[in-house]
């Protein structure tokens, strides 16, 4: 079992910057990739980033890439979400998720590739 806890999420004005962070219980965070997902209200959850185990491999959204950083602390058992150039459609709860302790390079878009998720945290962008 793993625990996910959220922490960073707030109000930001646009054009803004926020950082999240996502700390893991248990001894098996190193070996998992991990993603960042948000939910916007009326809107299914959708994919964010991820970053594989060792944090050799990031992929992100279109609508967020190039202002959106994932990375990892192995040693902290913590996932991190640096978002920058904030916009207003970016308000949502952003869930971060892990996916199952396996080494692998693959990079993982879809919520069924995830097994645990954390409560969110909110992000609202005032325009």
């Known amino acids: 079992q793993v625990q996910l806890v959220e922490s960073g999420g707030g109000l930001v004005q646009a054009g803004g910057s926020l950082r999240l962070s996502c700390t893991a219980s248990g001894r098996t965070f190193s070996s998992r990739s991990m993603g960042w997902f948000r939910q916007a209200p009326g809107k299914e959850r959708e994919f964010v980033a991820t970053i594989t185990w060792s944090g050799g491999s990031t992929y992100y959204s279109d609508s967020v890439k190039g202002r959106f950083t994932a990375s990892r602390d192995n040693a902290k058992n913590t996932l991190y979400l640096q978002m920058n150039s904030l916009k207003p459609e970016d308000t949502a709860v952003y869930y971060c998720?892990?996916?199952?302790?396996?080494?692998?390079?693959?990079?993982?878009?879809?919520?069924?590739?995830?097994?645990?998720w954390g409560q969110g945290t909110q992000v609202t962008v005032s325009s």
């Open positions: 998720a892990a996916a199952s302790p396996v080494f692998t390079t693959r990079l993982r878009v879809s919520l069924r590739d995830y097994d645990y």
